[in-house]
Nanobody, 115 residues
Framework: QVQFVESGGGLVQPGGSLRLSCAVS????????MGWYRQAPGKQRELVAS???????NQADFVKGRFTISRDNAKNSVYLQLTSLNPDDTAVYYC?????????WGQGTQVTVSS
């Protein structure tokens, strides 16, 4: 059974930072490109950033220079460092395979940016 367990979200002020983590089980992690997605209230889920099996990264234009994705193949984990957060970044953040999410979603982790 494939499982994604996201953590690290919270309430942060504009300009603040957070580090999200996702523990992955049930798949051969090293074989997959991984991504972080987010879904804001009333909006569709969107891909935020992805990291290939070899560690090359790509970010959506709306987070370039602010968010950094990384992975640890030894720990079957993927991370997202969020900086310079603004209220538009408020969303539930999820991880899954990329560029297409192949498996059921985890519970996600809520990120709220507010003063």
């Amino acid at each position: 059974q494939v499982q994604f367990v996201e953590s690290g979200g919270g309430l942060v002020q504009p300009g603040g930072s957070l580090r999200l983590s996702c523990a992955v089980s049930g798949i051969l992690f090293i074989r997959y490109e991984m991504g972080w997605y987010r879904q804001a209230p009333g909006k569709q889920r969107e891909l935020v950033a992805s990291v290939t099996r070899g560690g090359s990264t790509n970010q959506a234009d709306f987070v370039k220079g602010r968010f950094t994705i990384s992975r640890d193949n030894a720990k079957n984990s993927v991370y997202l460092q969020l900086t310079s957060l603004n209220p538009d970044d408020t969303a539930v953040y999820y991880c899954n395979t990329a560029p297409n999410p192949l498996y059921s979603w985890g519970q996600g982790t809520q990120v709220t940016v507010s003063s």
